[in-house]
């Protein structure tokens, strides 16, 4: 073990040490220091500088109480989390998740995740993440509207469109962002637009915002794909989730040829072999806020399977995009048994580590979630543009910009990871292309 290992090594150790019981952020971690090595080796002062350190560390942690009011009158309490990663690069920017598994070790991870996501995106925004262990599914709009509320009546204290820019992730869509903003507003009395993003297009959204992850992740396949002489063009997919990103990705692939035959949500796999019904999809989820199970009920040529079964599915290309740590390494083996050539993570950490080394092992074309799923977060920032110069963009002109940001970040990662000795592994140049552009950013500020 060189000298450089083992610091790494002690690195990550010290990580563990001081972040107890937090497992998804150890994995997190581990996962991009262990690609570290050969920039620290290039570039010997960002360990004389502890940068690694340094970033590992988040800037601010806010925890706090939420309490709120059911439609029975009941008081509710849940807890709240906003942690800024690192602002370096600009204002911290990361989604805010609301579901019953959030803890501070997933908002960590989440936030660790975004500092590169974002960094590689090569607009100027910091890394951060947010939410709250409350859970919206089965909750009436008025319980949501007064949870909201309440959430941002702490949250407001620690956010602006100069300091922290939260956007929504699961379980926080445009209703959500919409009753958070409407409560930021009566508080502070000012119309700071900038201070959300995925808004509704009629108060300040960009056009785009919705489709943009889900677009992304699929451009990003795409672009895999092209450096290997292929397309999407009469490709099976699978997609796990049926949620914003799903859905999108769903579509984006409908739309370059892809045929996607399977998704899912947390009870149910839906497989339809002549291709998921997009519109049908999009009314019971986006609309009447159904689960996937009545999909069937609507197409009796689709078949409904128990939980845990997508990835058994043959396929050619596979799109996780639900939550992290879904796809594992039996799966993975499973998924390259039957012909799979291309995985892209629309999702944050969704592949174990153990996953991610089957797909090396086998050659497939794997898009990490940093570079794969940037593409929601890039349009974030190009939404606050939009609010910072009072300006609208058409969709076209913003999916244009999507779609050009999402090939520089293909070709930033397979360039880098060409550079440092590792051509097609998208993970470390992913890794190391983020982390350099944070690291010169911090080095510039000094020891801050």
């Known amino acids: 073990m060189t000298r450089i290992d083992e610091s790494i090594e002690s690195i990550i150790a010290g990580v563990i040490r001081r972040n107890r019981g937090e497992t998804e952020f150890h994995q997190a971690v581990c996962e991009v220091a262990e690609t570290l090595g050969p920039v620290l080796q290039k570039h010997p002062q960002y360990a ?84 709250a262990d409350f859970d919206p599914k089965g909750k009436s709009d008025s319980e949501i509207m007064r949870f909201c509320q309440s959430f941002m009546t702490e949250l407001y204290r620690h956010i602006g469109e100069f300091t922290d820019v939260p956007a929504g992730d699961i379980g926080v869509g445009a209703r959500e962002i919409g009753y958070l903003f409407g409560q930021y507003k009566r508080i502070t ?31 990003f396949v795409e672009e895999m794909l092209k450096v290997r002489g292929q397309g999407l063009e009469g490709k099976r997919c699978l997609v796990s989730g049926s949620g914003n990103v799903a859905i999108y990705a769903i579509e984006k692939l409908h739309a370059l040829g892809a045929r996607v035959v399977a998704c899912s949500d947390s009870d149910n796999v839906v497989v339809h072999p002549q291709g998921i019904r997009l519109e049908t999809l999009k009314r019971i989820k986006e609309v009447e806020r159904r689960r996937l199970a009545d999909y069937v009920v ?90 910072a110069s009072r300006d609208t963009w058409s969709f076209e002109h913003t999916e244009r910009r999507l779609h050009e940001i999402v090939r520089n970040i293909h070709r930033d990662c397979y360039e880098t990871a060409a550079e440092f000795g590792s051509p097609g592994n998208y993970v470390i140049g992913a890794n190391i292309s983020g982390f350099r552009r944070v690291a010169e950013a911090m080095l510039a500020f000094g020891v801050i």
Not at 79 to 108: Q, T
Not at 372 to 380: E, L, R
């Open 48 to 131: 004389e500088h502890k940068i690694i350190e340094r970033i590992c560390e988040p800037e601010r942690q806010v925890i706090f109480r939420v309490p709120w009011q059911d439609d029975r009158g009941e008081v509710q309490i849940n807890r709240g989390f906003r942690v800024g990663f690192n602002s370096a690069l600009g204002p911290y920017k990361g989604g805010l998740r609301f579901h019953p598994s959030v803890y501070l070790g997933i908002i960590k991870f989440l936030g660790f995740e975004q500092v590169f996501k974002n960094a590689i995106t090569g607009l100027p925004i910091g890394g951060a993440k947010g939410g």
């Open 189 to 219: 009395n000012r119309y700071e637009s900038g201070v959300l993003t995925g808004k509704s297009p009629h108060w300040g959204g960009a056009l785009v915002r919705r489709e943009a992850t889900g677009y992304g992740a699929v451009y």
């Open 298 to 387: 609507e197409h009796p040529d689709a078949e409904r399977l128990p939980a845990g079964t997508l990835w058994k599915i043959p396929c050619d290309v596979a799109l996780p995009c639900a939550t992290q740590n879904e796809l594992d390494e039996d799966s993975a083996r499973t998924l390259v048994a039957n012909g799979c050539v291309a995985v892209g993570e629309g999702a944050n950490m969704p592949t174990t580590p153990g996953g991610v080394r089957v797909f090396m092992e086998a050659g497939v074309a794997f898009g990490p979630g940093k570079a794969a799923n940037a593409g929601g977060v890039a349009t974030s920032a190009l939404e606050m543009q939009q609010n």
